[in-house]
């Protein structure tokens, strides 16, 4: 403790009233050892400047062990739980699949964006979800539990990545027209049409992929009455 307060002057004073035991004393090992291999670096006596230069690194050392104390406490904390989801999606069996539109694929700057036409999005989702299988795909929104609208705009996101737009995936209690989630997935762009249409292809599977982790998540549980 007296090697500390001698390197650090006035600053160990401030260190001291901010700083448990446990930190001073991680310090000081610090120090020791600082100090140990600038002697066995150095031929020549310490001088003023070399004391300087020590005290220098002394409290770098001292900042170094302030930081580290923050984040290493975060690294142990945990993450919240997941919010639950609406329990319409877990417990829906019938749903319509809304072709919300978009921008046309045909031609940007005389080039075709995707192969595929303009319903491409619609096309690809309602296949996705109709292989899967876990609800009962409806031809009308009469009957059905949810309402899922699919859509496709081409944006510029400002991001360093080159995007072309993004797909677009909102899920609707058709009983209350109340949005109840929505997934958005970027579209990288590319030179080359068939590395376009792989990453629209993997944009989709990302939406959809993020669809059946809805239902696997808990659902809301019912409102409890009040005590």
């Not at 019938?94 to 036409?117: C, L, M, P, W, Y």
């Not at 939406?207 to 809301?220: H, N, S, Y």
Request: charged residues 20%; hydrophobic residues 40%.
């Amino acid at each position: 403790m007296e090697l500390l307060k001698h390197r650090l002057g006035d600053d160990f004073l401030l260190y001291k009233s901010k700083r448990n035991h446990d930190d001073i004393a991680a310090l000081e090992k610090g120090l020791h050892f600082e100090i140990a291999r600038n002697l066995h670096s150095k031929s020549i006596p310490m001088g003023a400047n070399t004391l300087r230069t020590i005290k220098r690194q002394a409290f770098c050392v001292m900042v170094a062990i302030t930081g580290l104390v923050p984040v290493l406490s975060a690294q142990q904390s945990k993450w919240p739980a997941p919010a639950p989801v609406p329990v319409q999606i877990g417990t829906a069996q019938k749903v319509f699949i809304s072709n919300a539109g978009g921008e046309s694929f045909e031609t940007v700057i005389d080039q075709t964006v995707f192969n595929g036409g303009p319903d491409r999005p619609y096309n690809q989702f309602y296949a996705a979800m109709k292989g899967w299988g876990h609800y009962e795909v409806v031809s009308s929104p009469d009957g059905a539990d949810l309402v899922l609208e699919i859509s496709w705009v081409l944006a510029d996101t400002g991001l360093k990545l080159p995007v072309l737009g993004q797909l677009r995936l909102v899920i609707v209690d058709p009983k209350t027209n109340v949005t109840l989630w929505s997934l958005t997935e970027y579209v990288r762009g590319a030179i080359k049409l068939g590395n376009r249409d792989k990453n629209f292809d993997q944009a989709m599977n990302t939406v959809f992929g993020r669809m059946k982790q809805l239902v696997e998540q808990p659902a809301a549980a019912a409102d409890e009455p009040r005590k």
